[in-house]
Structures are given as structure tokens and as C-alpha cells.
């Protein structure tokens, strides 16, 4: 898969320290959002990309590498010492290059309310599912996206790394497309923005930094009210076995076995706001 990306990162308008880590550089493309405070988040979210960033240089990864980096991550997290972020908790989100039987795959990973989204032929939708209590209750019918974007319980999270959390990351296996632009982003970004104005950014924007940077730019005119970080890559080629006359495109069941159940491949999630 060859790509081009950029990204942008800022604390914001009310915020003095920026506690979101990034990583930007293939096979991974991932975003952390850290909780705490007092330095407690931005030390959890850098020590999970850290973990993650031992991976940096590679072609791809698989569920196995994924798992076992965020299994280490926690481990890491957990042991945080007083004073330097023990009890702190960070959210997880974004792509990493998978090589499924030949062919070039998003491999999708979240924890907590940042955000994945992607943009293939035209249509824009968000591939994460929120860990939070909003979302609980509109997947529930208890509540529409409408009231959701002014609920005060919207930025409470049920799932983590840290933070007293050990339940386990969403993943899908994402068939790439040439052309396909992923959004990976920190919750201060989708807070200020909603899907229509991020799509409209992502459409007028063609190079990947200039749309991250707009992105955040944007938010902080919207209020800024939270860090802000935007992740944006293009897939400008793709190898596929439809490349090769005759060959299927769907993942094996070896790798489909991978993902112990977890819905593969799964081009889109529902839900958000």
C-alpha cells in the first residue's frame, strides 16, 4: 500500500497542556486521548504510542502484533508510578497496515471516544463505535444523535486503556481501497466539529496535511474547548488480488479465526454523532 498523510495536534483554547500522542508513521496511524490531568494523561497516551511506535518501519502488522502491543501498553499504563500518572487512562484509536493473504488491508483498533472515520468513493462514515455512555444509550433508543451532542455525560467513556479499565479494543478488518482517505482524530476535534463540516473539509482539502491542519484550525474557531488532534491518510495504491484475474478478495479463515468472532470484514460501524 503506498500512502501519503499528515497530521496536526494543539491543546486547544482552554487547555494549558496538550495530554493527546499521536503516531504517524506506516505501518500505524494512531491517535491516544489522555485522562487525568497534571500531566497524568499526557504521560499515559505517550507510553501507549511509545509501545506502538517499536512497530514504526515495518510493511504491516497483523491482530497478533496489535493485541500483544496493547496488552504490553496496559501493562506499562497500569504501572505508572504516583506522581507521574498512575491512574491515568488514555483512549486508543486508528488504522494500521494489514497484509491479508496478498492484499492490503485497514487493520481498525478503538478504545474509548476518539474517533476513526473513513472516506471511500464518496461516501464518509465512522469506522469506530464510541466507548461511552452517550452512545450506550443511543444504541438503546434512549437517546437521539440530536439530544447526544448536548448531553453532559458525553465525554464519560466506559472503556480504556487505564484508568481502572480492562476491557478490550473494537477491531475491523477493512478491505483498502486506491483513493480511500482515513480520519483518525482526538474527541476535541469531533466535539466541535460534526460529521457534515469534517466531510466537507476531508472533500475541499486534497493534500493530507493541509486537511489535517484545517481540520484542527476549525475546531479551534468552534471553541477549542479540548486538545485537538486530526490524522488524515491517503491510500494512492492498493495491491489486490483483483489484480490478479481469477482470485478471491475475501480474508481467509485462518484470519477471519484471528479476530475471535469480531465482525471481519466490516467496511462500516454504526452509530456516532
Excluded: K
Excluded at 11 to 28: C, K, M, Q, T, Y
Excluded at 49 to 61: K, M, N, Q, W
Excluded at 127 to 140: G, M
Excluded at 165 to 192: F, K
Amino acid at each position: 500500500m503506498s500512502l501519503v498523510y499528515g497530521s496536526a495536534s494543539d491543546p486547544g483554547l482552554r487547555r494549558r497542556i496538550n495530554e493527546d500522542s499521536l503516531l504517524a508513521v506506516p505501518p500505524l496511524f494512531l491517535v491516544a486521548d489522555g485522562m487525568g490531568g497534571h500531566h497524568a494523561g499526557e504521560v499515559a497516551s505517550a507510553t501507549v504510542i511509545e509501545e506502538f511506535a517499536a512497530f514504526a518501519g515495518r510493511p504491516s502488522l497483523g491482530i497478533d502484533d496489535v493485541r500483544a502491543a496493547l496488552a504490553r501498553a496496559r501493562r506499562r499504563v497500569e504501572a505508572l508510578p504516583p506522581g507521574n500518572g498512575a491512574g491515568a487512562g488514555t483512549t486508543l484509536t486508528g488504522v494500521v497496515i494489514a497484509d491479508v493473504d496478498g492484499e492490503g488491508y485497514w487493520l481498525a483498533i478503538n478504545l474509548g471516544d476518539s474517533r476513526t472515520y473513513r472516506l471511500s468513493e464518496g461516501v464518509f462514515e465512522q469506522v469506530s463505535v464510541d466507548h461511552s455512555v452517550v452512545q450506550e444509550l443511543i444504541d438503546a433508543g434512549q437517546l437521539d444523535a440530536d439530544a447526544a451532542s448536548r448531553d453532559t455525560r458525553r465525554n464519560v467513556i466506559t472503556r480504556a486503556i487505564g484508568a481502572g479499565s480492562d476491557a478490550d479494543a473494537d477491531y475491523w478488518l477493512i478491505p483498502a481501497e486506491t483513493g480511500d482517505r482515513i480520519l483518525v482524530c482526538s474527541d476535541g476535534l469531533s466535539s466541535e466539529l460534526d460529521r457534515e463540516a469534517i466531510h466537507g473539509i476531508l472533500l475541499a482539502e486534497t493534500n493530507p496535511q493541509a486537511a489535517a491542519t484545517r481540520l484542527v484550525h476549525e475546531a479551534m474557531l468552534r471553541g477549542g474547548r479540548d486538545n485537538i488532534t486530526a490524522l488524515v491518510v491517503d491510500a494512492t495504491a492498493v495491491t489486490s488480488r483483483t489484480d490478479r484475474p481469477g482470485e478471491h478478495t475475501a480474508p481467509s479463515a485462518e484470519v477471519a479465526d484471528e479476530i475471535d468472532g469480531d465482525t471481519l470484514p466490516r467496511v462500516v460501524a454504526a452509530g456516532g454523532f
